[in-house]
């Protein structure tokens, strides 16, 4: 009996996804590694791999079908044992347990088949496929008491999944935790008051956006705190390591050096460097930088781990490749899952300063605007300065004002002593 390939939760947030593209087809061999299709998740476009071997028998689902739910069935595929040169008959092979049914005439002859149908005879070696070996290890059940409908004998899902636990019921609260994801919010109907419109269907990414940063501005109480930064140090010293790295082939951004910056002012600050986690709170013995990048598909956050202790150039050279795999929808969930705190750059669009919604279960982010020529008092006397403004949000659960305060100033600190950065 064929086995289900059934739609995978390829990142923790993810709950349907949008089939993209199948790279197999009905008649294909496939062994365990191999790319099956490529699969729209809430965070971008990842290759799903094949567990098991064995031929594909049916594709279930199209290529292109959105809001996929996980769990559905996607294809079929069957075992390495199984013949599939002649479907039809595999098919109807089930059938007849059915018909045994269907003459009830002599009762006690059906009463007993049942029974004799059970592979407890087999007892030394139990033949099962390997889908059907981990849904009875999950549910806790004694392989030895179910009856195989496959061939020979041979346990398949369906038998395990109709098959009732030992004994030890313990897999049962983990079935009733499942349903208890709490339903995302439903967002009104927009009216229609006769403006002309195009209507565009959501992608994942861009619902997860939504749901999660409704989340943020519902449950979070944000606090805002921004400083202004005079960047003329900065420049002149992103000036002369470029200069230094050209034959590299390096060429360092302001933002390379903000990302590095921030990291180092949360280890120097490290009640900043949190999560609220309800009944605690978590710091973090390093910082991992989750940098806002604006992809095709919506706002993606790919993270520079421990940036603190990363020379500038290697962030600014493993920047370069993550945001390229963003803007692609390639980055892995590694490259975007976790992260302790934000940074959100839109000083390339001229925008002076904003305020950014916090990303949970990070505790802040910060934002930083365009590097401008202002009036700004220098050694006591009024001249021309290049000053950017940063904002940063934090979780008042989590972070008091005043330490939000002393992790905006050695942000400052280090950016208008940039020397630091090198150290």
């Known amino acids: 009996m064929p086995i289900a390939i059934k739609m995978p939760a390829l990142s923790p947030t993810m709950e349907e996804g949008t089939l993209a593209k199948w790279l197999i087809k009905v008649g294909d061999k496939v062994s365990s590694g191999d790319i099956m299709a490529e699969i729209e998740t809430d965070k971008a476009t990842m290759e799903f791999e094949a567990v098991d071997e064995g031929t594909i028998v049916s594709i279930d689902v199209a290529e292109g079908s959105e809001g996929v739910k996980v769990g559905t069935v996607i294809a079929m595929i069957a075992g390495e044992d199984e013949d599939v040169s002649a479907p039809a008959p595999k098919a109807a092979e089930p059938a007849p347990a059915p018909k045994a049914e269907a003459a009830p005439a002599p009762a006690p002859a059906p009463a007993a088949a049942p029974v004799a149908a059970a592979p407890a005879p087999k007892g030394d070696r139990v033949i099962a496929s390997p889908l ?248 006591g006397a009024l001249g021309i300065a290049t000053v950017m403004s940063a904002t940063g949000s934090f979780d008042h659960r989590a972070i008091d004002g005043a330490d939000g305060a002393e992790l905006m100033q050695a942000f400052k600190t280090l950016i208008e002593n940039p020397l630091g950065l090198v150290a």
């Not at 009640?271 to 990048?293: P, T």
Request: charged share 20%.
């Open 132 to 379: 059907a070996k981990r849904i009875a290890a999950d549910k806790g059940i004694d392989l030895a008491g179910v009856a195989g409908s496959g061939p020979n004998g041979r346990i398949v899902r369906a038998d395990v999944e109709g098959a009732k636990p030992a004994p030890d019921a313990a897999p049962a609260p983990a079935a009733t935790a499942a349903p208890a994801a709490a339903p995302a919010p439903v967002a009104a109907a927009v009216p229609d008051f006769g403006i002309p419109y195009e209507a565009q269907k959501l992608n994942n990414v861009r619902k997860t956006i939504a749901r999660r940063l409704t989340e943020a501005k519902q449950t979070i109480p944000h606090i805002y705190l921004t400083v202004d930064i005079q960047l003329d140090a900065l420049l002149k010293l992103r000036g002369q390591l470029n200069k230094a790295l050209e034959a590299q082939g390096v060429k360092l951004s302001v933002n390379d050096l903000i990302i590095k910056a921030l990291a180092k002012a949360l280890v120097q600050v490290p009640k900043c460097n949190v999560s609220f986690g309800g009944d605690e709170l978590r710091s973090y013995s390093r910082a991992d930088i989750s940098v806002a990048v604006a992809a095709p598909s919506g706002l993606i956050t790919p993270i520079i781990v421990d940036a603190g202790n990363k020379s500038m150039s290697a962030i600014a050279t493993e920047m370069k490749t993550l945001a390229g795999k963003a803007r692609e929808g390639k980055l892995q969930p590694h490259e975007y899952q976790g992260g302790t705190a934000s940074l959100s750059n839109l000083g390339m669009f001229g925008i002076k300063s904003f305020d950014a919604v916090i990303n949970p279960p990070q505790a802040m982010i910060m934002a930083v605007g365009a590097g401008e020529q202002r009036p700004y008092v220098i050694d």
